[in-house]
């Protein structure tokens, strides 16, 4: 013992780097102990906690499984809490209280709806709550379901054969009603859309109205309605119960188009940078997990709990896998128009595909048509802070898309958006509220 001190006292600089050395190799190991990549964030997150909503949609999955499955917990955020919200209404009045206010911080959303809040369109007062986009939920799996009433007609994605049946009902002195789940939202979108490419003006020759998506099968058997847009599982519910059938899934409209969103308050995402990214990147990796073909029954069997949606899984298994039954004769196995949660960049936010959402609520009055579109994207759209959470967690280049545009995009009856001339697109539409 007595030989290694007179070492020590001999070779002082040798033993502090050898002390160093180990010290390292202690960090290092204490590192990979820590939560996504929480030492590498300076102690981690800066808070535990953040309150997100969601509907009872299956596009929430990834909200319920980051929860389920102890991801946001994994990132240094174990006090993150999911709760049910009735409607988008109620999402959007809990978002303007915030978290602080007994309302929440975040949500899964219709993407459009964060910029409708933060331009104040669709709050009281038109008061303007600032918000962020942190990450695409998903890709495709809505539908556009008709009443028994038409089922002759055997509408698809060209609801050409339903004009004159509803000119001719509304001759007749009665009310031809479709429902979405919140003007200017998706569904309102991809059912106008629907509308307008056969001739059918969406204000003028029907009338829209709003139903949370959990009450749209209720709706549709007492009558209250001719057709809806709404996501799953709510369709094939329909279908299953045998009220109406689906004349198209969304996918057929506009393939691996963008749905839902990670929308956030954007002074939470200010106030807490760190913890938004450890958030996107619990996010990330439930959608990775979602979009396994080995998970989904067992994603069916956790979100249609009592305490997520209260659906039987038989409602919820088939479209989650691209199996489709119309409801109408028509059957179709392994389609491609299954939910996508992360192939095909489905969680990626492309600004361009925002850029569309806009110039739709351009086109139907529910923004003003003389928005700067790439301004107000930039505002909201933090594909950034989707990059830094996809690094965080080792997503691999390939999986990162290399610009913030898809391009152009082409629907089923031939229309094509060039994201960077919004306005020729717009000009182009013949039904439309917007002058150009």
């Not at 229309?415 to 020729?424: C, G, N, S």
């Amino acid at each position: 013992m007595s030989n290694d001190k007179a070492d020590v006292s001999r070779q002082p600089a040798l033993n502090r780097r050898a002390a160093l050395k180990g010290a390292m190799a202690t960090l290092a190991a204490a590192k990979s102990l820590l939560p996504g990549g929480a030492f590498a964030q300076n102690a981690g997150p800066e808070t535990t906690k953040a309150v997100l909503g969601y509907i009872a949609l299956t596009d929430s999955a990834p909200l319920i499984i980051a929860k389920e499955r102890g991801l946001f917990a994994k990132h240094g955020l174990p006090d993150v809490e999911v709760l049910k919200q009735a409607s988008w209404g109620a999402t959007r009045d809990n978002l303007v209280l915030g978290g602080a206010n007994n309302g929440i911080d975040g949500a899964h959303i219709l993407t459009p709806m964060p910029y409708l809040i933060t331009t104040g369109k669709v709050t009281q007062n038109n008061a303007p709550t600032p918000m962020y986009i942190l990450a695409r939920l998903n890709l495709d799996c809505q539908g556009i379901s008709v009443a028994n009433e038409y089922k002759d007609l055997k509408a698809t994605a060209k609801a050409d054969a339903l004009k004159a049946a509803f000119a001719k009902k509304k001759a007749e002195g009665k009310e031809v009603k479709v429902a979405m789940t919140f003007p200017g939202g998706t569904h309102d979108l991809w059912l106008r859309y629907w509308l307008a490419a056969a001739g059918i003006d969406p204000d003028k020759d029907v009338s829209t109205i709003v139903v949370p998506p959990p009450q749209m099968v209720a709706n549709m058997k007492v009558g209250n309605m001719d057709a809806f847009c709404v996501g799953e599982p709510w369709n094939e519910q329909l279908v299953n119960q045998g009220i109406g059938y689906t004349a198209c899934a969304t996918g057929e409209i506009w393939a691996k188009h963008p749905e839902k969103a990670l929308g956030m308050r954007a002074d939470w995402v200010d106030k807490n940078p760190k913890a938004a990214i450890a958030l996107t990147a619990a996010v990330l990796e439930a959608q990775q997990w979602c979009d396994k073909n080995e998970n989904k029954a067992e994603l069916a069997e956790i979100v249609g709990r009592r305490q997520w949606f209260n659906v039987p899984t038989t409602d919820i298994i088939g479209r989650l896998k691209g199996d489709i039954n119309y409801g109408n004769g028509r059957v179709e196995k392994g389609t491609k128009q299954l939910m996508k949660f992360w192939r095909d960049h489905a969680s990626y936010p492309f600004k361009s595909h925002d850029a569309w959402f806009i110039v739709e609520d351009m086109r139907w009055g529910k923004l003003d048509p003389k928005t700067d579109v790439k301004a107000l994207v930039d505002k909201v759209n933090r594909e950034d802070l989707w990059r830094a959470a996809a690094k965080s967690i080792g997503v691999p280049a390939k999986d990162i898309p290399a610009s913030t545009s898809r391009g152009k995009e082409t629907f089923f009856d031939g229309k094509v958006f060039d994201p960077d001339q919004p306005l020729a697109y717009l000009k182009s539409l013949a039904i439309k509220r917007a002058e150009v």
